[in-house]
């Protein structure tokens, strides 16, 4: 019985990767990690210049991964609704849209970060 569920087309990247973003970002927004020598949280090179970028960062990571999480799931339920079998372009599909969707998370929050504080980790005053 696993092994048919293994082969269907419900059985995909996307899928999964969006339960795993939606748990991931509603757990660092309900316990947010409270320093960057947490075992988890959103860890860059910018989040962890000091305290006050690393809550941000983790904010709007949590906020972001949240909804990715939802369009891989919508992906997923696409993908496995549009094609009756695992072909090649359905796990560049699923696949991609993961890939996407991460490096997506990760480019936007570095963003935000740039937008929001000095390349000393001061917040910029609007």
Not at 56 to 65: C, G, L, M, Q, R
Not at 70 to 99: E, K, N
Request: net charge positive.
């Amino acid at each position: 019985m696993l092994l048919r569920f293994l082969h269907t087309t419900y059985c995909n990247a996307a899928l999964f990767a969006g339960v795993l973003f939606c748990i991931m970002g509603y757990f660092i927004r309900r316990y947010p990690p409270k320093s960057t020598k947490s075992w988890y949280g959103y860890r860059s090179f910018l989040s962890t210049r000091n305290l006050e970028m690393w809550h941000a960062a983790n904010k709007y990571a949590a906020y972001t991964s949240r909804r990715i999480g939802v369009i891989l799931i919508l992906t997923g339920v696409a993908c496995a609704l549009v094609f009756d079998r695992q072909t090649d372009w359905f796990l560049y599909i699923t696949v991609g849209a993961v890939v996407a969707g991460t490096m997506y998370m990760v480019g936007d929050t570095e963003w935000q970060l740039s937008q929001h504080f000095d390349k000393d980790g001061n917040r910029i005053s609007s």
